[in-house]
């Protein structure tokens, strides 16, 4: 399974990006998605993940700017961010999953495949 992040990029305060996940490969819908985001001396950060059966969920510091989707004809999740702030800038990348559950969905180890990362820069 190959994954390629895009759509980051240079954003001001309450601006908007749509990040996109592509997967490479077969029956994609059996496939959740997370996102997760890096800043720079922080940890990774669980930011939403979307179900096989398009279930979503959300960290609670997006939750309500931040909304996931999936678009299985094209292996495609998408990750629009809305309201943004100068503290969502980070790495972003998406990761991929047969079998996570929802209890683990927030960790990175429950993901066997990972996406190269997309930067979101916000700043005015």
């Known amino acids: 399974v190959q994954l390629q992040a895009s759509g980051g990029g240079l954003a001001q305060p309450g601006g908007s990006l749509r990040l996109s996940c592509v997967a490479s490969?077969?029956?994609?819908?059996?496939?959740?998605i997370g996102w997760f985001r890096q800043a720079p001396g922080k940890e990774r950060e669980w930011v939403s993940c979307?179900?096989?059966?398009?279930?979503?969920y959300y960290a609670g510091s997006v939750k309500g700017r931040f909304t996931i989707s999936r678009d299985n004809a094209k292996n495609t999740v998408y990750l629009q961010i809305n309201s943004l702030k100068a503290e969502d800038t980070a790495v972003y990348y998406c990761?991929?999953?047969?079998?996570?559950?929802?209890?683990?969905?927030?960790?990175?180890?429950?993901?066997?495949?990972w996406g190269q990362g997309t930067q979101v820069t916000v700043s005015s």
């Open positions: 979307i179900s096989s059966s398009d279930s979503t």
């Open positions: 990761a991929a999953d047969r079998s996570i559950i929802v209890s683990s969905m927030e960790t990175p180890n429950a993901y066997d495949y």
């Open positions: 490969v077969s029956n994609f819908d059996y496939y959740a």
